[in-house]
């Protein structure tokens, strides 16, 4: 059965690099709001640098400001959609019961997705024999044979890594060989009422910011933290399993390939996340959700002010799912 949450969220999204953090966090100060994390890869400790958690944006004029979903699982753990829904309910749960706002940051479109329309491929079985077979295509070919595939989850699956792709190709061929099972991927236990803000900066600019920040974050100690997390016994294939930072720096560090190498693949390749994050947020507008976009010139104190007017619309009903 479906339930529908008592109290609406305020989203603030947008690809890596859009500033969103920064804003959800003095806008969480400003409202008296909780962050709520939905970043796929910010629930595992020792994970800081190459996720790009900032927790020091989490003190706003020397106030912290609550957040959860941040820290949760060890690294080398595997967290995904459904064990995301299961512990935002008891975040969502305790922001309300501490009369504060539920303010939802993330980049991870498929967690936001879920919250607001509901996930249900928990209930397909791994394939480890179709798997096998899958890991043995390209990307493209991956793709090419999930858009030639006739089912009814092509409008919700996300197919944005090379993971999620073989995972959405598994509930493809489960849904065609099992077509009386009735599952439908668009209901989950709990809906939550939202209204979503979107950060997307022009994309030379997000370009600048990406390249800064990664060389910023290799002279934080990027290459340290990965090197710590293998000195724990984590195997290089766990962290790899990670995408991006932790991903290119093992091989870097396991001899696969060279500073050079690694650096500019990285580059390239969180470049290409940052526009699939765009995509998927496109595909949940075309999926009906209203994301109002924030002009990225606009200072940012009006960007607050406009966020909590319009939260404060919404919530009391006065105002639909508006637009700027």
């Not at 957040?67 to 699982?73: D, G, V």
């Not at 975040?91 to 980049?107: D, E, R």
């Not at 996930?119 to 394939?127: E, Q, R, W």
């Not at 991903?247 to 693949?265: D, I, P, Q, R, S």
């Amino acid at each position: 059965m479906q339930m529908s949450a008592e109290s609406p969220l305020l989203i603030i999204l947008g690809p890596t690099a859009s500033g969103k953090t920064h804003l959800a966090t003095r806008v969480a100060y400003e409202i008296g709001g909780e962050i709520l994390s939905a970043d796929s890869r910010q629930v595992y400790r020792q994970m800081d640098i190459g996720t790009g958690k900032d927790l020091d944006e989490y003190v706003v004029n020397g106030t912290p400001v609550p957040h959860h979903l941040i820290n949760i699982r060890d690294a080398g753990d595997k967290y995904n959609v459904n064990d995301f829904q299961h512990d935002f309910v008891d975040s969502y749960q305790q922001t309300l019961a501490n009369g504060h706002v539920p303010v939802v940051c993330g980049g991870t479109g498929f967690y936001i997705y879920a919250l607001l329309k509901g996930h249900a491929n928990d209930t397909v079985p791994v394939n480890e024999s179709l798997r096998a077979m899958l890991e043995t295509l390209s990307n493209e070919e991956l793709l090419t044979k999930f858009h030639n595939a006739d089912s009814r989850y092509h409008a919700l699956a996300d197919t944005s890594t090379r993971k999620r792709l073989v995972r959405a190709l598994e509930i493809v061929a489960y849904l065609n060989e099992h077509p009386e099972t009735g599952v439908d991927f668009g209901t989950e236990s709990v809906t939550y009422p939202a209204l979503l803000f979107g950060l997307n900066p022009p994309v030379e600019t997000r370009r600048e910011r990406i390249s800064k920040r990664l060389v910023a974050r290799l002279k934080q100690g990027l290459i340290e933290e990965v090197q710590s997390l293998l000195n724990q016994d984590i195997a290089p294939d766990s962290l790899i399993y990670y995408g991006l930072e932790y991903k290119y720096v093992t091989l870097y560090l396991t001899g696969a390939m060279t500073f050079e190498e690694m650096h500019t693949k990285l580059e390239t390749e969180i470049h290409r996340f940052a526009k699939r994050q765009m995509t998927f947020f496109r595909k949940m507008e075309k999926d009906g959700l209203i994301i109002n976009w924030i002009p990225d010139e606009w200072p940012e104190s009006e960007k607050i002010q406009f966020i909590i007017a319009r939260y404060r619309e919404f919530k009391s009903g006065k105002a639909g799912n508006m637009s700027v």
